[in-house]
């Protein structure tokens, strides 16, 4: 999977605004494939594990908190060097920092409230596909 996969979750914040069809719109646009789709929703325990690596951070337990207050999207996608391509797509974490036409500059509300989640490497892709898809959901 390493190199042309990676892992977005589409946050609770952009699932209540509405913004399923344009976030996947925009990722389609941009030449993904998606190989795996599921909406769901993250109990604390579970929000909690996949943020692990964040656990020392002071801001881990608003994160948790907010990552289970509601539905998410979780997707996995397909294209040529995935995880760096989809991270120039979402933009900066702070949407004032995101360029024009990203996901973020165009439906995140803050740093917190960043609409979409993006594995940082192919190695975080590959855990974070597996902890929401068994090899069989991914095509």
Do not use: C, Q, W
């Not at 604390?44 to 608003?62: C, D, S």
């Amino acid at each position: 999977m390493a190199g042309n996969r990676t892992f977005t979750m589409i946050k609770p914040d952009a699932v209540k605004a509405g913004h399923i069809g344009a976030i996947l719109a925009k990722i389609n646009e941009a030449g993904f494939r998606i190989v795996a789709m599921k909406l769901t929703k993250l109990s604390p325990e579970k929000a909690g594990e996949f943020y692990e690596i964040h656990k020392e951070r002071p801001f881990y337990g608003e994160l948790v908190e907010f990552m289970s207050s509601g539905p998410i999207v979780a997707a996995v996608l397909e294209k040529e060097n995935a995880v760096e391509s989809f991270r120039e797509l979402i933009g900066a974490t702070d949407p004032s920092k995101a360029a024009p036409g990203t996901i973020r500059a165009l439906f995140a509300k803050s740093i917190g409230e960043n609409a979409v989640h993006g594995a940082d490497s192919d190695e975080n892709a590959v855990r974070e596909a597996s902890f929401h898809f068994a090899a069989t959901e991914m095509f």
